[in-house]
Every structure is written in structure tokens, then in C-alpha cells.
T-cell receptor, first 113, second 117 residues
Framework: DQQVKQNSPSLSVQEGRISILNCDYTNSMFDYFLWYKKYPAEGPTFLISISSIKDKNEDGRFTVFLNKSAKHLSLHIVPSQPGDSAVYFCAASFQGGSEKLVFGKGTKLTVNP | DVKVTQSSRYLVKRTGEKVFLECVQDMDHENMFWYRQDPGLGLRLIYFSYDVKMKEKGDIPEGYSVSREKKERFSLILESASTNQTSMYLC????????????????FGEGSRLTVL
């Protein structure tokens, strides 16, 4: 049973526009959420995170929104750049620890020049 | 900078061979992990270790074992490789919660792409 779901396998946007990547989770015990970015032939790198006590966290062009009642989070990238083209993984954990991070299947973002 | 190094970027092995994937981290992290990444399946946890000689099964431990004799090194072992173990294997480490790192942040190696023929 998939606890973290990224229902869009791919997303294509134009450079300069907003990219919105979505993630849903089923387990209400998750209290910390992270986004990772992965380029081909490289390991994933941490992008941004949010605790369940917040509903928004911002870091430069990246903002993560958390809607606990809907068990939904989203990553906004504004403005999108071609270098943002990568696979984005949503992940969740219990009690704020990194043990047993549960990952979604990923969304491949393509930003067209 | 945290560095997680995986010994082999690309390996080709035959069915039935014993395969060792090595991972070393240089930041004195307590926690180390092995994931595999497959298209359409995302990242799935195989095993993790929270201390030397300690290990716990992840979501898909079948067909794998691990070894952590030293804090900086975490090895993944495929006792008898099979074609369904063809995958990208990713090692990661993390410090304990708190400190200068954001909670839950894993540091990944570049991955080892294993092909089993």
C-alpha cells in the first residue's frame, strides 16, 4: 500500500512559468515532509522540507505548501528554469527523524526554454 | 561538504554471482541507508543501519543483506544475484536529528547501476 503518492509521473512547463508538483499521503502519523531533486546518473539532493506544524515553507524560488486536512502537499517553483528539469521525489517521515523516509514514485519535471 | 561515496558507478554481473556494493561517508553520521530506484517505483528502502553492527530491514530486504563493521562504511550484499535485482542502488547517510542539518535530510551517493545478466 503506497503511503506517499505522486500521481503525475511527468510535468512539462515553459521557462519562467510556475511549476506545481503535487504529493498526497495516507498516513496521518507523518509529521515531516521533504522534497528531493534527482538528475540522471546522480543521487537525489535535498531541496526543501516542512514540518507538520507549519503550512508553508519558502526557500528562494521554491515553496512547499502543506494541507494536513487534505493530506496533501505541493512544491511550487517560481520562476521555473531549464536547470530545474529533474525528477522530484516527495518523502515523509515520522517524528521528524530520517529513519525510514517513505518516498513517492517521483515526478519528472521538464522546463522548456 | 558531506560526501557519500559508492565504490562502483556501473557493474555488470551474472545470475547467481555474489555482489558487494560498498558505501563510505565522511561525516561521522550514525544513520546509513540502502535504497533502490526503479522506473515507476520510486525509491524503496532495502536496509538501514543506525549504528555499527546494527541493522534493520526496510521495505524490500528479500535477497539482500548488509554489513556495517565501521561507522563510515555500509555494504550491501546480494548473496546470489538475480535479474530482478537489476537496478540503481543508492546509499545515503544522515546525522541524528537536530544539529546544523535539517531534520530528516539524507545525503545520497551518486548511485551504483547494477545489471544482472
Amino acid at each position: 500500500d503506497q503511503q506517499v503518492k505522486q500521481n503525475s509521473p511527468s510535468l512539462s512547463v515553459q521557462e519562467g512559468r510556475i511549476s506545481i508538483l503535487n504529493c498526497d499521503y495516507t498516513n496521518s502519523m507523518f509529521d515531516y515532509f521533504l522534497w528531493y531533486k534527482k538528475y540522471p546518473a546522480e543521487g537525489p539532493t535535498f531541496l526543501i522540507s516542512i514540518s507538520s506544524i507549519k503550512d508553508k515553507n519558502e526557500d528562494g524560488r521554491f515553496t512547499v505548501f502543506l494541507n494536513k486536512s487534505a493530506k496533501h502537499l505541493s512544491l511550487h517553483i517560481v520562476p521555473s528554469q531549464p536547470g530545474d528539469s529533474a525528477v522530484y521525489f516527495c518523502a515523509a517521515s515520522f517524528q521528524g527523524g530520517s529513519e525510514k523516509l517513505v518516498f513517492g514514485k517521483g515526478t519528472k519535471l521538464t522546463v522548456n526554454p | 561538504d558531506v560526501k557519500v561515496t559508492q565504490s562502483s558507478r556501473y557493474l555488470v554481473k551474472r545470475t547467481g554471482e555474489k555482489v558487494f556494493l560498498e558505501c563510505v561517508q565522511d561525516m561521522d553520521h550514525e544513520n546509513m541507508f540502502w535504497y533502490r530506484q526503479d522506473p515507476g517505483l520510486g525509491l524503496r528502502l532495502i536496509y538501514f543501519s543506525y549504528d555499527v553492527k546494527m541493522k534493520e530491514k526496510g521495505d524490500i530486504p528479500e535477497g539482500y543483506s548488509v554489513s556495517r563493521e565501521k561507522k563510515e562504511r555500509f555494504s550491501l550484499i546480494l548473496e546470489s544475484a538475480s535479474t530482478n535485482q537489476t537496478s540503481m542502488y543508492l546509499c545515503a547517510s544522515s546525522p541524528p536529528a537536530g544539529g546544523p542539518y535539517r531534520t530528516g535530510e539524507l545525503f545520497f551517493g551518486e548511485g551504483s547501476r547494477l545489471t544482472v545478466l
